[in-house]
Nanobody, 124 residues
Framework: QVQLIESGGGLVQAGGSLRLSCAAS????????MGWFRQAPGKEREFVAT????????FHADSVKGRFTISRDNAKNTVYLQMNSLKPEDTAVYYC?????????????????WGQGTQVTVSS
């Protein structure tokens, strides 16, 4: 069992930056691939970024490529999402997810554990 707690969301102006953190409890965090997803009001949950167990392989959605960066610190059981050059369309609840396989996945159904989400609001 893995519990995930996101933090770092908030209100920021367009062009600003935020760093989201996701702290994991439970065993063997370093065995899990991790992902970030987001859901805006009235829209389906969408993939943002994913990272494999070691942190050496990452993949980002086209909509955030070059602006967002996923990373992890296995010693701290934490995964991060650095978000730069934020746009109003990035406004959403951001969710952290853990996947028992160490290989990353861009689909939400590939993840076994989810956090409660953290709100990110970008004003224009």
């Amino acid at each position: 069992q893995v519990q995930l707690i996101e933090s770092g969301g908030g209100l920021v102006q367009a062009g600003g930056s935020l760093r989201l953190s996701c702290a994991a409890s439970g065993r063997a965090f370093s065995n899990y691939a991790m992902g970030w997803f987001r859901q805006a009001p009235g829209k389906e949950r969408e993939f943002v970024a994913t990272i494999n167990w070691s942190g050496r392989s990452t993949f980002h959605a086209d909509s955030v490529k070059g602006r967002f960066t996923i990373s992890r610190d296995n010693a701290k059981n934490t995964v991060y999402l650095q978000m730069n050059s934020l746009k109003p369309e990035d406004t959403a609840v951001y969710y952290c997810a853990a996947r028992s396989s160490g290989v990353y996945d861009v689909t939400s159904r590939g993840y076994d554990y989810w956090g409660q989400g953290t709100q990110v609001t970008v004003s224009s």
